[in-house]
T-cell receptor
Framework: DQQVKQNSPSLSVQEGRISILNCDYT??????FLWYKKYPAEGPTFLIS?????DKNEDGRFTVFLNKSAKHLSLHIVPSQPGDSAVYFC??????????????FGKGTKLSVKP | DTGVSQNPRHKITKRGQNVTFRCDPI?????LYWYRQTLGQGPEFLTY????????KSRLLSDRFSAERPKGSFSTLEIQRTEQGDSAMYLC???????????FGPGTRLTVT
């Protein structure tokens, strides 16, 4: 039962253009979402988050958009840089059924930014 | 803030052997999580500590797995009688109470031959 879904395993973008990474979720009890970036042989690095009371959060080149009615969020990277090439994970904390906020991750999208 | 550290970074072991991993969280973080990641998947939750108390375990955590966090500081994850299916990246993360953002260590890659 994949509650957080990233349906695109990979994405290739030209340097300087916009990268858009998508994430869908099925559980309406999720009220917070996070994006992590992961380089090979390293742990995930927190990138940006959004609460369900907002529909947009921006941090520098990174913007996350949340559409609650569609249960969809997206991460926009503008402009994309070669150093952004990594695997990006969407995650949501599980805070129901007695759980204490362990993160439920999607399978990730591998972003390649070509010079 | 020195970040979350994990040791060892890599472990190769033979099937049936026991292994133990260590995680040192960010010092002021009282919450500590263990996750496991296999190829092509996102990290999957294993267990969670609030200070020294283990408050939640995933059904992924079989009886061969045990975790401790004595004194609420570092944590250890032990796998007894390892199986080839245990081969994965084991990740540790920490956070403050009430904060959703978790900060991950570099992971320990386990290979069971």
């Amino acid at each position: 039962d994949q509650q957080v879904k990233q349906n695109s395993p990979s994405l290739s973008v030209q340097e300087g253009r916009i990268s858009i990474l998508n994430c869908d979720y099925t559980n309406s009890m999720f009220d917070y979402f996070l994006w992590y970036k992961k380089y090979p042989a390293e742990g995930p690095t927190f990138l940006i988050s959004i609460s369900s009371i907002k529909d947009k959060n921006e941090d520098g080149r990174f913007t996350v958009f949340l559409n609650k009615s569609a249960k969809h969020l997206s991460l926009h990277i503008v402009p994309s840089q070669p150093g952004d090439s990594a695997v990006y994970f969407c995650a949501a904390p599980r805070r129901y059924g007695g759980s204490q906020g362990n993160l439920i991750f999607g399978k990730g999208t591998k972003l390649s930014v070509k010079p | 803030d020195t970040g979350v550290s994990q040791n060892p970074r890599h472990k190769i072991t033979k099937r049936g052997q026991n292994v133990t991993f260590r995680c040192d969280p960010i010092s002021e973080h009282n919450r500590l999580y263990w996750y496991r990641q296999t190829l092509g998947q996102g990290p999957e939750f294993l267990t969670y500590f609030q200070n020294e108390a283990q408050l939640e375990k995933s059904r992924l955590l079989s009886d061969r797995f045990s975790a401790e966090r004595p004194k609420g500081s570092f944590s250890t994850l032990e796998i007894q009688r390892t199986e080839q299916g245990d081969s994965a990246m084991y990740l540790c993360a920490s956070s403050r109470t009430g904060i959703h953002e978790q900060y991950f260590g570099p992971g320990t890659r386990l290979t069971v031959t």
